[in-house]
């Protein structure tokens, strides 16, 4: 094994641990480090709460994204560019990615996917990319534009086409790519027209993902950790060990969605984001998730008291240290998903072939598959759609 394998390995073993064996000063760096690079997006998603944030929706200074790899280069954090904006609304995205590759690390984009071209997704490949999420919330274009508001989706579906395409070029099967639908009222009647059309691509997995209520901002999801405090339920939220979130002006937050700062606990721009980690502020917010008194926590009763998060078990991961352990061992690497080259290299094949036509089936509203789909499609959907049907799962002892 490479020596920056065995760091890797190293550094996320002790965040298993840390995060299994919570207390308020952690052992281990953020496993993954989230940095908006903007604070724009050029759409107004339904479930998102960029149409509602009033803070400054800047760019982040390339000359304080370098500070803050640079900061978590010896801790093998992956870097995900995502919080509340697009990122690439940044002209300078490339040479960031670029610049996380060149410190050792993983990088990981999510996007709209509205401006990538070919060119672009070339340029993002070539620059060190990792792993890239879609968001594609419909499986037609009259669901995808109503949750993606200004959105266009014959060019976004085109765009993740053009990246397959790009990424088969340049022989570049290590990056990972994968769909996201996030499932809600309003599209949920598309979830299996989705998974058909777009399982036949030669994406590295076709996701359903459950709807998050931004603090009651999607009010599909009901029950939050204040409730369940109040009701004498200890419920603690894995997040504060495991993630950190670094605005686009340099502030570092001490939860991913708090999407109008208001649980502040440092600023990049002064300080290294290794101290920021443990600093007092960051303990005291991890010492009332532990004791479930968020008295002392200013803007808690904005977020984590209305925050559905920590409630279900969909969200608590990890919860074993000897259960991941294990199976990162038995996959053989820290990540949780690889690409598959063969299967990437038959579904490619058919892209090539059928793309024309599949656009054709996709644009075309009476078909609820494509017309062709590859031999060796595995038809799991009916199973997947029946676990994000349903209602969520409560944590152990938890009773609505």
């Not at 052992?27 to 908006?36: D, G, Q, S, V």
């Amino acid at each position: 094994m490479a020596p920056e394998d065995l760091e890797k390995e190293y550094w996320y073993l002790k965040f298993l641990y840390e995060a299994t064996h919570k207390k308020e000063f952690s052992m281990a760096p953020p496993n993954e480090a989230l940095i908006e690079v903007s604070a724009a997006c050029n759409l107004s998603c339904t479930h998102c709460p960029q149409a509602f944030m009033v803070r400054e929706k800047s760019l982040i200074e390339p000359k304080l994204f370098e500070k803050i790899i640079k900061e978590l280069a010896p801790y093998k954090s992956f870097i995900a560019f995502q919080l509340q904006g697009e990122p690439t609304t940044h002209k300078s995205l490339a040479d960031m990615i670029r610049m996380v590759k060149d410190n050792g690390l993983k990088s990981r984009l999510i996007t709209n996917a509205t401006l990538l071209n070919k060119e672009k997704s070339k340029e993002f490949i070539s620059a060190g990319l990792d792993y890239i999420y879609f968001s594609m919330n419909g499986g037609d274009k009259e669901s995808y534009e109503k949750v993606n508001v200004n959105s266009n989706f014959e060019l976004v579906v085109n765009n993740m086409l053009d990246f397959l395409e790009a990424k088969e070029e340049l022989g570049a099967y290590h990056v990972r790519t994968r769909t996201s639908f996030v499932f809600e009222n309003q599209n949920k009647h598309m979830a299996r027209r989705y998974k058909k059309f777009f399982g036949a691509m030669p994406f590295d997995r076709i996701d359903l993902t459950k709807l998050f209520n931004f603090f009651g901002l999607n009010d599909e999801v009901e029950l939050t950790l204040g409730e369940l405090l109040k009701q004498g339920k200890k419920v603690v939220c894995e997040y504060p060990w495991r993630y950190m979130a670094v605005t686009s002006t340099g502030l570092v937050r001490a939860c991913i969605f708090d999407y109008d700062d208001d649980l502040i606990i440092g600023d990049a721009n002064r300080e290294n984001i290794m101290d920021i980690w443990n600093g007092e502020r960051m303990r005291a917010f991890r010492r009332a998730h532990l004791s479930g008194d968020f008295s002392q926590i200013p803007g808690a009763g904005r977020t984590c008291l209305r925050c559905s998060t920590p409630c279900y078990k969909a969200n608590v991961w990890p919860n074993s240290f000897a259960e991941e352990a294990e199976k990162m061992y038995a996959r053989g690497h820290v990540e949780s998903f690889k690409s598959d080259e063969n299967a990437f290299e038959r579904k490619f094949e058919y892209m090539k072939k059928f793309r024309k036509k599949w656009m054709e089936d996709i644009m075309n509203t009476h078909l609820e598959e494509p017309s062709v789909v590859p031999e060796d499609t595995r038809d799991t959907i009916d199973e997947e759609i029946a676990l994000v049907q349903k209602a969520p799962e409560l944590l152990d002892g938890l009773k609505k």
